[in-house]
């Protein structure tokens, strides 16, 4: 789950999960324990995303990697790896947190299919704070809906033998196994850690998504795609944090005065220290007699050297919209009211609605609230129009036809009323020139870098510092 959050592909958390076995089955079996007794100790934890088929095929080709890895081991019968299933946290947005409830919904539905035994469904409004009672609820039901109504419990592999998903699981398998053998081949999933290998890898995935998440290439819907500035926020439970911690002190600090603790604990850093392979029967000792997790990892750790990695980088989806959308709020807090544009839209409702559809939605995942001018014919008319906004702000939303006759024009007259930024809906194409020479500062289009474009706006605004 960690190298989910901090942007890992499919294929390198199959890599990852793989790897990571392999290190904690050698050192079982440095302890005596065979592999076909060491894997039955082992379960794999994956957070299951927004694509529905690539999840699906993730877990299923990581049965069938483990299994593989299990067989090269020496293993004659491998038993499944038990997995477990966590939706996704990167996925959770804290702005229309309801839509949650659609995108934990499809990753369990995911995770089923591909084979998890066990799943944790993350409340619709985990990522605002502390889950409420409705998010608990909601999260249980999920589970039970797709259960008593979807029936896929009823289906041992409801995937199987579609071509699409049979091919995904294949290819996943294929690419997994290779990057696997990389970590291998330079040392295991260890070096790979604390070497910063891991780090940079996931640096460069984590770039891409974001890359994929600015464009809106990866929409995220209610954040970066429709969004609601007129939302009511979900309000997380009051928890008094202070005074839960004194609580548990207090019960720790009664549990340690009927234990006595100290020798076994004492007996059982000292053995760390020496490399004593009795450690495994000193630490069930020290816990018979009542030594806390904290103390028996205290005692385990004593006299070896900390490891230190390269920081993994980690952020949700819709992080960078929503710090645009946290910032135009501030500011709206302060000075009364949202930043604002004016949307000029040329000509009758048919021509002018498309691109004013488009750029209201562009514009509002940045918290700018959008003010549409109407049908509006002739220069005189759109800058009267743009006076009575009350905006300095403007984006010219039409057809590429009435652009070609009119957008020179209208900027011009735009600029001379004193707007400070005029946009264009559409890509600028043969025009560009002309139109920048009118005032036309940029334009705004599907594919283009809209968090970037949003975040140059709120700073020319006053918005973002």
Same mark, same amino acid.
């Given at each position: 789950v960690p190298y989910h959050t901090s942007g890992a592909t499919a294929v390198q958390e199959l890599a990852y999960a793989l790897a990571t076995g392999v290190l904690y089955l050698r050192h079982l079996e440095e302890r005596g324990i065979a592999p076909e007794a060491g894997a039955r100790q082992l379960d794999f934890v994956f957070a299951v995303g927004r694509d529905t088929f690539v999840e699906m095929a993730k877990l299923r080709a990581f049965r069938r990697l483990w299994s593989q890895v299990l067989a090269a081991c020496g293993v004659d019968d491998p038993a499944p790896a038990p997995v477990h299933a966590v939706t996704s946290p990167r996925t959770l947005t804290t702005r229309d947190p309801w839509v949650n409830l659609l995108r934990v919904t499809s990753q369990v539905f995911a995770a089923v299919c591909g084979g998890a035994e066990t799943i944790t469904t993350q409340p619709f409004d985990a990522a605002v704070g502390q889950p409420g009672d409705l998010g608990r609820r909601m999260a249980l039901n999920t589970h039970t809906i797709l259960r008593e109504e979807s029936h896929l419990h009823h289906v041992a592999d409801p995937a199987g033998g579609s071509w699409y998903v049979e091919r995904l699981t294949d290819d996943l398998a294929a690419a997994g196994w290779d990057a696997f053998r990389a970590i291998e081949a330079d040392g295991g999933m260890r070096r790979a850690f604390t070497g910063g290998a891991v780090a940079e890898q996931l640096s460069g995935s984590l770039a891409a998504a974001r890359r994929d998440l600015a464009t809106r290439k990866r929409p995220v819907t209610g954040v970066s795609t429709w969004p609601n500035l007129n939302e009511k926020p979900v309000k997380s439970p009051a928890i008094d944090a202070k005074g839960l911690l004194q609580k548990r002190l207090g019960s720790l600090d009664a549990w340690s005065a009927g234990h006595d603790t100290g020798n076994a604990t004492k007996a059982l850093a000292d053995a760390t220290e020496r *490399? $004593? $392979?009795? &450690?495994?029967?000193?630490?069930?000792?020290?816990?018979?007699?009542?030594? %806390?997790?904290?103390? &028996? *990892? $205290?005692?385990l750790r004593s006299g070896s050297r900390a490891n230190r990695i390269v920081p993994l980088g980690c952020e949700t989806e819709a992080a960078g919209f929503e710090r645009l959308r946290d910032a135009a709020d501030a500011h709206a807090a302060e000075h009364g009211q949202p930043p604002h544009l004016f949307l000029a839209t040329l000509g009758p409702i048919p021509e002018h609605k498309p691109r004013a559809t488009f750029a209201k939605n562009f514009f509002e995942a940045g918290g700018i609230v959008t003010t549409d001018g109407g049908a509006l014919e002739g220069t005189e008319a759109v800058v009267a129009a743009y006076r009575?906004? *009350? %905006?300095?702000?403007?984006?010219?939303?039409?057809? $590429?036809?009435?652009?070609?006759?009119?957008?020179?024009?209208?900027?011009?007259?735009?600029?001379?009323?004193?707007?400070? %930024?005029?946009?264009?809906? *559409?890509?600028?194409?043969?025009h560009e020139q002309t139109f920048r020479a009118a005032g036309i500062d940029g334009a705004i289009f599907l594919g283009c870098d809209v968090q970037a474009t949003l975040s140059q706006l709120l700073t020319d605004m006053g918005v973002l510092s």
């Open positions: *490399g $004593d $392979d009795a &450690l495994m029967d000193l630490a069930i000792e020290a816990a018979a007699q009542g030594a %806390t997790a904290t103390e &028996l *990892g $205290d005692a009575a906004a *009350g %905006t300095d702000r403007v984006c010219l939303c039409s057809s $590429d036809a009435r652009y070609a006759d009119q957008a020179a024009d209208v900027a011009r007259a735009l600029k001379d009323a004193g707007a400070a %930024t005029v946009l264009l809906a *559409g890509r600028m194409g043969d």
